[in-house]
């Protein structure tokens, strides 16, 4: 059953178009994630699809008697209402129920009390308060009387997602929804997703996260969807795969149209009859091969100031706010070529501690001391602090004008725009038109371009395309300084840091020697040994003697013929499946022929596993 059906979708801004003629599906059961580079049109086409907008082009419905709950970038919602006030702002049938339950309850309204019972049991409503409870406690949500406008842009959002999540729609899109999430947080968000019948269609750059939950993918590129069934993991295979082809055919392409190119040199001007044909085909050629190019590569590479032998020294740092302890009595001492990676839940202090290293705010008790020749370069969440009528190069230019290059060069902070992606035309357009990942990727060449020999990093993976996040580690890992960064973002913290300062609460931080993987190993491992000792009751082992183990019997002739057959017929399979799976991958195909592909790629697999285990059975008495 298809929940959701999209024909030649386009958006217009007028100068350009954003998408054009995107025909895709999501099929009920589906989970769905969509990806792409910062200002593709992700989220623009999130909220055609949400019906926030409308398209300039094409036919987009959702199938009538389903729910849908939407979490976009930006949640609209009333500043002057409180938390529990937006989280039951739409009217659901079992919350209603349960109101009127506890209300004739408390006015002995015996009559109210069994029609409402009567109610809640039809609608399976009896666990919903726990459900309700266990997903405002997961997402940190607690003060239910607070009102919106009081609370900071990530705690907005959590409210958000826990009135979409609560209200349990068969078809859920989400926008970012890691995004302000503790990393806590997200693995509890990536189980509950992953383990339940919700459909799903999201927009996320967490690599983990796609890897876990989705089972589709789809690529918006040059306004063209590429599709994937598979994870994250396949879908990094067939890219490759697909970019190998591309770039043969696209040589192809510009050999041929070299060799149209001194045909039509060749022909007399005046001569009005000289194939048309070719003429159109020509012109055709030049323009796929001029829209067709390499994809662009994100190029970090800057000069770093020189670092001496003493860094900076953290000596019995602590902080409070109010009654709250923020860090007690820290202390560290930075190394050469340290890549130290911090985490946390959501306002334990990880900020705080960047603000007292970086000198922006004061510790209680303790000092910081930083050594001569150290630089810092510190990326804030805050983000990029810009007048809305000024242009991209004009905030560059604040900072320098010209930029020297990890290679010795020098270059114009125009040309060095143009290497993050940047071109002209970008350049000399307002900061405001900017989507909010290209005004992220300004951001982070802003501090990039001081050159600093201490990076500081809060938070530098939100709104960052998967294309830039590559990038930006390929060139974090050749950094020849210090990184201290702040990251919900588990694939990036596992790839750039080899120490972890933890917030445990009560301002303690544990000092872990090894990426945040090996920490979550360690702090499971340290659960498990913790039980241990608490229970410490004497374990009894019972031994049983081993049984005399049965001669092995052969196949039998009938099952010999079996087992010969099923090899013959899981070839097939297999090479069906790989069939099946290209089509899905490469064609631009109307929704109903994706619809009966998918249908009898699910089938395929369903019957090659049958066959494998059968295969396995026979296997082990031959």
Known sequence: MNYLSAENLGRNLGERWLFKNLSFGVLQGEKVALIGTNGCGKSSLMDVIAGLIPADEGVMSIRKEIKVGYLNQNPNFSKTSTVLETIFASKNPIAEAIKNYEYAVEHNDYEGISKYTELITELDGWDYESKVKQILGKLDVHDMDKLMGELSGGQQKRVTLAKVLIEEPDFLILDEPTNHLDLDTIEWLENHLSSSNTTLFLVTHDRYFLDKVCNRIMELVDS?????VGNYAYFLEKKAERAEIEAVTLEKDKSLLKKELEWMRRQPKARTHKATYRENAFYELKEKTSGKRNEDKLEL????????????????????????????????????????????????????????????IKPDQGKVIKGETIKIGYYKQDGLVYDPEQKVIENVREVAEFIKLGDGREISASAFLTLFLFPPATQYAQISKLSGGERRRLQLLKVLIENPNFLILDEPTNDLDIATLNVLEEFLMGYGGCLLVVSHDRYFLDRIVDHTFAFEGDGLIKDFPGNYTDYRIWQE?????????????????????AKETAPKRKLSFKEKTEFDTLEKEISVLENLKIELTEKLSSSNLPFDEIADISKKLEDTVNDLEEKELRWLELSELG
């Open 224 to 228: 063209k969807m590429h599709r994937y």
């Open 301 to 360: 590479s800057v000069k770093s100031e020189r670092i001496g032998n003493k860094i900076i020294e953290i000596q019995h740092v602590s902080k409070s706010f109010k009654d709250k302890v923020i860090v007690k009595e820290f202390s560290y001492t930075f190394k050469k070529g340290d890549r130290i990676g911090i985490v946390g839940k959501n306002g334990m202090g990880k900020s705080t501690l960047l603000g007292m290293i970086n000198g922006e």
């Open 525 to 545: 491992e340290n659960a498990k040994q913790q039980k241990k000792g608490k229970d410490n009751k004497p374990v009894t082992v019972e031994i049983t003697p």
